[in-house]
């Protein structure tokens, strides 16, 4: 298996566009995290699905950002519109439940 | 609540010398805990899980229920060893197998 996938790897865009990050989960994970990284804050859990459906979104900063999971191979998260205070990167995470996590690349993204 | 905590967000040693890095819990069940580890600008990637007890790349971990530890060390530690590493606490409770990561310590071995 190629891991989790994520897309874009690195993405620069201007404040008020919209950023759509996209990942690709484990074959056969039924559990998918998004999460950011930043200097200042560390990891953050932003959202995850169990069976695609979203099970706890408590960690999604604010109505500008949104997660899908449209099927069990295939996630987005949405910023709209973004700012530069979004600039982190964000990270994909998958697993089998009761099993370890495996993260993807990351998504470095920077709003200017 | 906060039940992972690494009190050192910054730790220097150098080559050779033996490492800790400090992680302190709070859950209220059995725990299962873990140590990951990021390399500069990779992802992060799994170093090793209490319940399988093992060594990996020479870091051990021991869970300490009675001062609700789990800190990573290492005798000697390599340059190679620089990194961020995250202890993470998985609850199999109510929230459905959440990972919760502590904030991190970045670790630099100087040559």
């Known amino acids: 298996d190629a891991g989790v996938i994520q897309s874009p790897r690195h993405e620069v865009t201007e404040m008020g566009q919209e950023v759509t990050l996209r990942c690709k989960p484990i074959s056969g994970h039924d559990y998918l995290f998004w999460y950011r990284q930043t200097m200042m804050r560390g990891l953050e859990l932003l959202i995850y699905?169990?069976?695609?459906?979203?099970?706890?979104d408590s960690g999604m900063p604010e109505d500008r950002f949104s997660a899908k999971m449209p099927n069990a191979s295939f996630s987005t998260l949405k910023i709209q519109p973004s700012e530069p205070r979004d600039s982190a990167v964000y990270f994909c995470?998958?697993?089998?439940?009761?099993?370890?996590?495996?993260f993807g690349e990351g998504s470095w993204l920077t709003v200017v | 609540a906060q039940r992972v905590t690494q009190p050192e967000k910054l730790l220097s040693v150098f080559k050779g010398a033996p490492v800790e890095l400090k992680c302190n819990y709070s859950y209220s069940g059995s725990p299962e805990l873990f140590w990951y580890v990021q390399y500069s600008r990779q992802r992060l990637q799994l170093l090793l899980r209490?319940?399988s007890r093992e060594s990996i790349k020479g870091f051990t971990a021991d869970l300490n229920k009675g001062e609700t530890s789990f800190h990573l060390k290492k005798p000697f530690a390599q340059e190679e060893d620089s990194a961020m590493y995250y202890c993470a606490l998985l609850d199999r409770g109510s929230t459905l197998g959440r990972l919760y990561f502590g904030r991190g310590t970045q670790l630099t071995v100087w040559p």
């Open positions: 699905f169990n069976n695609n459906v979203p099970i706890d």
């Open positions: 995470a998958s697993r089998v439940s009761g099993n370890t996590i495996y």
């Open positions: 209490h319940i």
